[in-house]
């Protein structure tokens, strides 16, 4: 029941981010107006917090240098994605690079994390708030399958609303 609840979220989370999105300065969840006190005769609220997933690049087959496996079977191959999420959001991001999943047309999912190439990795990390990172993450998968998505399970928000004066 928890992952059915962790991909609905995921679904929900997934924000498609442009160039200007990645480049916005204030939001409103840093406007201490745009969410009120309880008790200040507004009704507080909390809203999703601001995060974005972008795909830069991706490369199918990849045909650069790994650097684990020192090799692959016969019947695969290897596919690198590049990867930016964006934390926008006065909330930290806690993730993980196996987080990143490709989903092929038959309905499988593969996690990142069983091959590595040499450009610089997703590194998994408590992203702070407003701050965004950018890395690749690469799969190794059969020559068979369709790659259909690239998935970001990002992980379940805290909606948090002030209670009174504090700040």
């Known amino acids: 029941m928890q992952l059915t609840n962790r991909r609905n979220l995921m679904a929900m989370a997934m924000v498609a981010c442009s160039s200007a999105t990645l480049q916005r300065a204030a939001f409103a969840?840093?406007?201490s107006a745009a969410t009120p006190s309880a008790g200040t005769g507004e009704q507080p609220q909390a809203s999703m917090p601001e995060w974005g997933f972008v795909v830069r690049n991706y490369v199918d087959p990849y045909q650069?240098?790994?650097t684990f496996p020192d090799g692959?079977?016969?019947d695969k191959h290897v596919i690198q994605v590049e990867?930016?999420?964006?934390n926008?959001?006065?909330?930290?991001?806690?993730f993980k690079a196996s987080d990143v999943h490709l989903l092929?047309?038959?309905g499988v999912e593969y996690a990142a994390?069983?091959?590595?190439?040499?450009?610089p990795k997703l590194v998994s990390q408590d992203l702070p708030d407003g701050e965004r990172t950018r890395g690749s993450v690469w799969y190794i998968v059969p020559d068979s399958s369709v790659i259909t998505e690239v998935k970001f399970?990002?992980?379940?928000?805290?909606?948090r609303v002030r209670i009174g004066n504090s700040g």
């Open 83 to 86: 990867v930016v999420i964006v």
């Open 64 to 66: 650069g240098k790994l």
């Open 29 to 31: 969840q840093n406007d």
């Open 153 to 159: 399970y990002a992980p379940p928000p805290q909606l």
């Open 72 to 74: 692959i079977p016969a």
């Open 113 to 119: 994390g069983n091959a590595q190439g040499s450009e």
């Open 88 to 94: 926008a959001s006065d909330q930290p991001l806690s």
């Open 104 to 106: 092929d047309n038959e």
